[in-house]
T-cell receptor, first 112, second 112 residues
Framework: EAAVTQSPRSKVAVTGGKVTLSCHQT?????MYWYRQDTGHGLRLIHY???????EKGDIPDGYKASRPSQENFSLILELASLSQTAVYFC???????????FGPGTRLTVL | LAKTTQPPSMEAYEGQEVNVSCSHT???????IYWYRQVPHQGPQFIIQ???DYVVNEVASLFISADRKLSTLSLPWVSLRDAAVYYC?????????????FGAGTQLIVIP
């Protein structure tokens, strides 16, 4: 079973502050993804990465940066957190079958 | 990418078989059909995928119409643990273009 972990599991941040969400996978997957989910809605893709040291923009990248320092780790960075970024953030990884993704447990971010 | 349409919610009693439908009238020949489910406070979990006809695994079965415009996820003998949001996703398999687009999904309510 694929293992994807996220930290922290929840966080409260202040508007204008910097937030870093971390994701770690132990399955040697090349592909990693960051999604956000707003209450009552489906997930939306923020950033993704095919290989270490490279990231790509997803469908809603504005206000977010991503970093992939190694195959196992993928971070999502909010340089200036805003109220609208309050959401649950999910990390996922996959191998050759890009649509069969393995998700982490999520990080609940509240920006005040 | 093909858009999908699902009923917003369904109810079923424990022990019943549940069929969740998904319409994807503009599905392309390169696209596959994937089903995920998400229980509260967890990330989505892959259930099953298919291209045409009928697919079955240990969790569910998937029927795809001959013209591939409609698919039905079948869950036999649902239990309270099956209460979740079920997402139907159509995307290209094994391609960098194969990104997951989550709609609102179908909320399955299981009645004891």
């Amino acid at each position: 079973e694929a293992a994807v972990t996220q930290s922290p599991r929840s966080k409260v941040a202040v508007t204008g502050g910097k937030v870093t969400l971390s994701c770690h996978q132990t399955n040697n997957h090349d592909y990693m993804y960051w999604y956000r989910q707003d209450t009552g809605h489906g997930l939306r893709l923020i950033h993704y990465s095919y290989v270490a040291d490279s990231t790509e923009k997803g469908d809603i990248p504005d206000g977010y940066k991503a970093s992939r320092p190694s195959q196992e780790n993928f971070s999502l960075i909010l340089e200036l957190a805003s109220l609208s970024q309050t959401a649950v953030y999910f990390c996922a990884s996959t191998t050759g079958n890009y649509a069969e993704q393995f998700f982490g447990p999520g990080t609940r971010l509240t920006v005040l | 990418l093909a858009k999908t349409t699902q009923p917003p919610s369904m109810e079923a009693y424990e022990g019943q078989e549940v069929n969740v439908s998904c319409s994807h009238t503009n599905i392309a020949t390169s696209e596959y059909i994937y089903w995920y489910r998400q229980v509260p406070h967890q990330g989505p979990q892959f259930i099953i995928q298919g291209y045409k006809d009928y697919v079955v695994n240990e969790v569910a079965s998937l029927f795809i119409s001959a013209d591939r415009k409609l698919s039905t996820l079948s869950l036999p003998w649902v239990s309270l643990r099956d209460a979740a949001v079920y997402y139907c996703i159509v995307t290209v398999r094994g391609s960098a273009l194969g990104r997951l687009h989550f709609g609102a999904g179908t909320q399955l309510i299981v009645i004891p």
